[in-house]
């Protein structure tokens, strides 16, 4: 790790192959994320989500609505901990804050990739992601 290199954002940055394996703890929280959008985006969900009575207090009607609000949040604030950036829930799509070259760049993952083999500058996102090798 380059220590020459300070990020307000991210306290972690990650080799290639630390990326590589921490994929099926993230791949985990990616199925527990989409699952509970899944449950909030159904149609029993949305209809509970439009029935929150903010002017009581704002609580979910519904314990699968309020069990799958819990389970996401949760999921995306284990991925924040340690500091892998969630970029699209549905597409599974995440960023692992690196240095490359002595620049903060971010290795590049999609849900059924079999490995980290992309990588992007922080201003390039998914469009400009480039191979590793």
């Known amino acids: 790790m380059d220590e020459a290199v300070e990020s307000p954002q991210h306290t972690r940055r990650y080799t290639v192959e630390q990326a590589n394996a921490a994929l099926p703890w993230v791949s985990e929280r990616l199925v527990r994320i989409r699952d509970a ?4 985006l159904s149609p029993e969900g949305t209809t509970a989500l439009e029935l929150i009575d903010t002017d ?12 799958a609000t819990i389970t996401l949040l949760a ?3 284990e991925l924040h901990a340690v500091d ?24 590049c993952w999609r849900a059924g990739e ?16 480039q191979p590793l090798a």
């Open 75 to 77: 999921a995306v604030s």
């Open 84 to 107: 892998v950036v969630l970029r699209d829930a549905a597409g599974g799509l995440v960023d692992f804050p690196s240095i490359r070259d002595g620049e903060e760049v971010y290795l």
């Open 56 to 67: 009581r207090g704002g609580s979910y009607p519904g314990r699968a609505v309020a069990a």
């Open 37 to 40: 959008l899944g449950e909030l």
């Open 114 to 129: 079999d490995r980290v083999a992309w990588w992007h500058k922080p201003d390039a996102g998914f469009a400009g992601r």
